[in-house]
């Protein structure tokens, strides 16, 4: 491996760390993140003329370390020499000792958190979390949710001078702040897989690469926080909802639904770890949806789903967390379990939910049922609604093909 290429590897995996350990010294996101590219540059001088070192992930911490430290102390020097002539300044905290290396992981968390900090709008939390903690380019960032690179930018740097302005501090927060950081952490972990696990828009189905970062973070999150069962419940959801990544789409790309997918195409090693995570998950809203996850991933068949279940399930999770999304899902489950006749009202009476009025899976489900019920002309028209409020491409194709497959609209008896 070229040298050039070890210290690209090695930044890729180590830059959250870097990048945390920092920021313990200097207290500030935005000049840390600054501190770890300069160490960046200075292997990326060093390595090709002198050699990969022995440990390199420990000489890009070391030499990001000595840096922030100069920093501080040049900050302090200048204080002092302003004081001098009888100026002030803000007091500049005294460089700490590097912490030992069994402290970086404290560090690691304490970026998280701070990434994640509410003062900060979900598409900021989102865009600074990829940036700082899973190491991905503004331009990787742009692609996965398709914007545009300088809105990213914008938004990374907007955080980080937020972050700065409201003195977030570089901690874990404790009691009832840290349950409120805490929801906030999982909320952006969750959307970041979801995002990769369900594109709102563009061509593709699936964007492995998100799902690969949210799934990667949760793990991190549950290593870092191994007393938190919420943690667990999420880690859970996500290794049962990776597991069936193979199986959700066709050779060409297209969208393989639940009862079609070939289910020895799941990956039972993370079955078997969103099993394990389950076990130390508790009763929160992700516990819940992991608990949903596993009874689809202990199915064998699509016909042995244990639907009632997963109806009771949801029933719970509409207690914890109530919603119309959560109340859809529960109808979805009812017409396994006791036939499409019984949730139509349910879903009926979303139809009504404001926050449903452009969400394309209504109609989808509502299509589902009637044509369960034999009423194809009513079946067509809402897959064809379904498939016009979709941004999804491979989502509408998809659609539209279950409305033609239904013909057109029969005419009326006795005409």
Same mark, same amino acid.
């Given at each position: 491996?070229?040298?050039?290429?070890?210290?690209? *590897?090695?930044?890729?995996?180590?830059?959250?760390?870097?990048?945390?350990?920092?920021?313990?010294?200097?207290?500030?996101?935005?000049?840390? #993140?600054?501190?770890?590219?300069? =160490?960046?540059?200075?292997?990326?001088?060093?390595?090709?003329?002198?050699?990969?070192?022995?440990?390199?992930?420990?000489?890009?911490?070391?030499?990001?370390?000595?840096?922030? $430290?100069?920093?501080?102390?040049?900050?302090?020097?200048?204080?002092?020499?302003?004081?001098?002539?009888?100026?002030?300044?803000?007091?500049?905290?005294?460089?700490?000792?590097?912490?030992?290396?069994?402290?970086?992981?404290?560090?690691?968390?304490?970026?998280?958190?701070?990434?994640?900090? +509410? !003062? &900060?709008?979900?598409?900021?939390?989102?865009?600074?979390?990829?940036?700082?903690?899973?190491?991905?380019?503004?331009h990787e960032i742009a692609r996965a949710f398709l914007t545009s690179e300088p809105t990213v930018a914008q938004r990374v740097v907007r955080a980080k001078r937020t972050l700065a302005k409201a003195g977030v501090p570089f901690e874990v +927060?404790?009691?009832?702040?840290?349950?409120?950081?805490?929801?906030?952490?999982?909320? !952006?972990?969750?959307? !970041?897989? %979801?995002?990769?696990?369900?594109?709102?828009?563009?061509?593709?189905?699936?964007?492995? =690469?998100?799902?690969?970062?949210?799934?990667?973070?949760?793990?991190?999150?549950?290593?870092?926080?191994?007393?938190?069962?919420?943690?667990?419940?999420?880690? =859970?959801?996500?290794?049962?909802?990776?597991?069936?990544? =193979?199986?959700?789409?066709?050779?060409?790309?297209?969208?393989? /639904?639940?009862?079609?997918?070939?289910?020895?195409?799941? %990956?039972?090693?993370?079955?078997?770890?969103?099993?394990?995570?389950?076990?130390?998950?508790?009763?929160? @809203?992700?516990?819940?949806?992991?608990?949903?996850?596993?009874?689809?991933?202990?199915?064998?068949?699509?016909?042995?789903?244990?639907?009632?279940?997963?109806?009771?399930?949801?029933?719970?999770?509409?207690? /914890?967390?109530?919603? +119309? !999304?959560? #109340?859809?899902?529960?109808?979805?489950?009812?017409?396994?379990?006791?036939?499409?006749?019984?949730?139509?009202?349910?879903?009926?009476?979303?139809?009504?939910? +404001?926050?449903?009025?452009?969400?394309? /899976?209504?109609?989808? $489900?509502?299509?589902?049922? &009637?044509?369960?019920?034999?009423?194809? @002309?009513?079946?067509?028209?809402?897959?064809?609604?379904?498939?016009?409020?979709?941004? %999804? *491409?491979?989502?509408?194709?998809?659609? /539209?093909?279950?409305?033609?497959? &239904?013909?057109?609209?029969?005419?009326?008896?006795?005409?």
């Open positions: 491996m070229s040298a050039a290429r070890a210290v690209e *590897t090695v930044f890729r995996i180590e830059s959250a760390r870097i990048i945390a350990g920092v920021t313990r010294i200097v207290r500030d996101i935005g000049i840390a #993140e600054e501190i770890a590219q300069d =160490a960046l540059v200075a292997a990326l001088e060093q390595w090709p003329r002198d050699g990969i070192p022995d440990r390199p992930a420990a000489w890009l911490m070391a030499t990001a370390r000595h840096r922030a $430290v100069d920093l501080v102390r040049r900050k302090e020097t200048y204080a002092r020499k302003l004081a001098e002539v009888g100026r002030t300044l803000e007091d500049v905290p005294p460089p700490p000792e590097p912490p030992e290396p069994d402290d970086i992981d404290d560090d690691l968390l304490r970026l998280v958190f701070t990434a994640c900090h +509410p !003062v &900060l709008g979900t598409d900021a939390r989102i865009a600074l979390t990829l940036r700082l903690v899973a190491g991905l380019t503004t +927060p404790r009691g009832a702040d840290r349950e409120q950081r805490l929801s906030s952490v999982l909320e !952006v972990i969750y959307l !970041v897989f %979801n995002e990769g696990y369900s594109a709102t828009a563009g061509d593709d189905l699936l964007r492995p =690469a998100l799902c690969e970062d949210g799934l990667r973070l949760a793990r991190v999150l549950a290593a870092l926080m191994p007393d938190e069962p919420e943690v667990h419940g999420l880690a =859970a959801l996500l290794e049962f909802q990776a597991s069936r990544t =193979a199986a959700r789409t066709g050779p060409d790309g297209e969208p393989v /639904l639940l009862a079609d997918q070939n289910r020895a195409r799941w %990956n039972r090693l993370l079955i078997r770890r969103g099993i394990a995570s389950l076990h130390r998950a508790g009763s929160g @809203p992700y516990a819940l949806q992991a608990a949903i996850a596993g009874c689809h991933a202990a199915a064998v068949r699509y016909e042995d789903t244990d639907w009632r279940t997963i109806a009771a399930l949801y029933g719970r999770l509409a207690e /914890l967390l109530p919603s +119309p !999304v959560v #109340e859809l899902n529960r109808a979805v489950a009812v017409s396994m379990a006791e036939g499409p006749a019984a949730a139509l009202p349910l879903v009926d009476a979303l139809a009504r939910e +404001p926050a449903l009025r452009s969400y394309h /899976l209504l109609p989808s $489900v509502r299509g589902d049922l &009637l044509e369960r019920l034999g009423r194809a @002309p009513e079946a067509r028209a809402e897959f064809e609604r379904a498939a016009a409020l979709t941004r %999804n *491409t491979r989502e509408r194709d998809l659609l /539209l093909a279950r409305a033609a497959a &239904l013909g057109k609209e029969s005419p009326a008896q006795g005409d």
